[in-house]
């Protein structure tokens, strides 16, 4: 069982910054991969990024490459999500989920049912 549960957004105007942070339960928590995913009023879920149970590899969409940073400290339990230069059409809900199952490259990993486990959401309000 893993408990996820995000922490960090807020309401900043396009240009701004945040940093949404995920804090996980459970001992292996540095076995899985960890992704955040993001969906605004009317739209399907979308996928943003994910990063490896270790760190070392990292995922992003094209819309926030370069804007995002995904990372990891283990030894807290948590994932982050940096996230740089916001446009209004970031507004979302931002969720974390962790893939516990394993098994599957990560580069594939970018649906929701890719991952088993999934936080409560954080709000991410741009204003322009």
């Known amino acids: 069982q893993v408990q996820l549960v995000e922490s960090g957004g807020g309401l900043v105007q396009a240009g701004g910054s945040l940093r949404l942070s995920c804090a996980a339960s459970g001992r292996t928590f540095n076995y899985y991969v960890t992704g955040w995913f993001r969906q605004a009023p009317g739209k399907e879920r979308e996928f943003v990024s994910t990063?490896?149970?270790?760190?070392?590899?990292?995922y992003y969409t094209d819309s926030v490459k370069g804007r995002f940073t995904i990372s990891r400290d283990n030894a807290k339990n948590t994932v982050y999500l940096q996230m740089n230069s916001l446009k209004p059409e970031d507004t979302a809900v931002y969720y974390c989920?962790?893939?516990?199952?394993?098994?599957?490259?990560?580069?594939?990993?970018?649906?929701?049912?890719?991952?088993?486990?999934w936080g409560q959401g954080t709000q991410v309000t741009v204003s322009s």
């Open positions: 989920a962790a893939d516990t199952r394993g098994g599957r490259p990560i580069a594939t990993m970018t649906r929701s049912d890719d991952y088993d486990y």
């Open positions: 990063i490896s149970g270790r760190g070392g590899v990292t």
